[in-house]
T-cell receptor, first 112, second 115 residues
Framework: QQQVKQSPQSLIVQKGGISIINCAYE??????FPWYQQFPGKGPALLIA?????SEKKEGRFTISFNKSAKQFSLHIMDSQPGDSATYFC???????????FGKGTRLSVIA | DAGVIQSPRHEVTEMGQEVTLRCKLI?????LFWYRQTMMRGLELLIY????????DSGMPEDRFSAKMPNASFSTLKIQPSEPRDSAVYFC?????????????FGEGSRLTVL
């Protein structure tokens, strides 16, 4: 069963545009929602994370929007740059010692 | 401080051979995770340890897979015998967990090809 569904699978965005990646989760007990960024040949690395007590979190050009009632959250990359080209994974977990459940990833290409 | 270190980075082997992947955790971290990444299935959790103790191995696909933590800083993932469908990138990740979730720090992965 897939507990975190991510879309789209791939995304092409013009430089300077907005990249939007969406995730939906099933387990209402999840209370930690990070996004990881992976460059080719590297392991994923934490980009930004949110907890359900807020609806939005912004760090530089990256923003997470969270909709608890819809069980959805999304990553917005403003002013997308070619250096943002990577695979992005959403994830979810329960606070405590439960491991992260990852979405299948979105391959983002930002073209000049 | 060095990050999570995995070896080998690339392994090509023939079906039926034994494969051992190695992982050195970040010093001070107390949780260790093994993930497998494929195009079809994304990142799948195979097994994780807290304080050297295996907590959940339900993601290990078959008895051919085994993982150990002989000490607090080192882990191995063994596949015996290997099969072509085991071809994937295997990641280990470590974290420091004290209450909350803790950020996962991934190694650069071991790309396994079984012919």
């Amino acid at each position: 069963q897939q507990q975190v569904k991510q879309s789209p699978q791939s995304l092409i965005v013009q430089k300077g545009g907005i990249s939007i990646i969406n995730c939906a989760y099933e387990n209402t007990a999840f209370d930690y929602f990070p996004w990881y960024q992976q460059f080719p040949g590297k392991g994923p690395a934490l980009l930004i994370a949110i907890r359900p007590d807020v609806s939005e979190k912004k760090e530089g050009r990256f923003t997470i929007s969270f909709n608890k009632s819809a069980k959805q959250f999304s990553l917005h990359i403003m002013d997308s740059q070619p250096g943002d080209s990577a695979t992005y994974f959403c994830a979810a977990s329960l606070s405590g010692n439960t491991p992260l459940v990852f979405g299948k990833g979105t391959r983002l290409s930002v073209i000049a | 401080d060095a990050g999570v270190i995995q070896s080998p980075r690339h392994e090509v082997t023939e079906m039926g051979q034994e494969v051992t992947l190695r992982c050195k955790l970040i010093s001070g971290h107390n949780s260790l995770f093994w993930y497998r990444q494929t195009m079809m299935r994304g990142l799948e959790l195979l097994i994780y340890f807290n304080n050297n103790v295996p907590i959940d191995d339900s993601g290990m696909p078959e008895d051919r897979f085994s993982a150990k933590m002989p000490n607090a800083s080192f882990s191995t993932l063994k596949i015996q015998p290997s099969e072509p469908r085991d071809s994937a990138v295997y990641f280990c990740a470590s974290s420091f967990r004290q209450g909350g979730t803790g950020e996962l720090f991934f190694g650069e992965g071991s790309r396994l090809t079984v012919l």
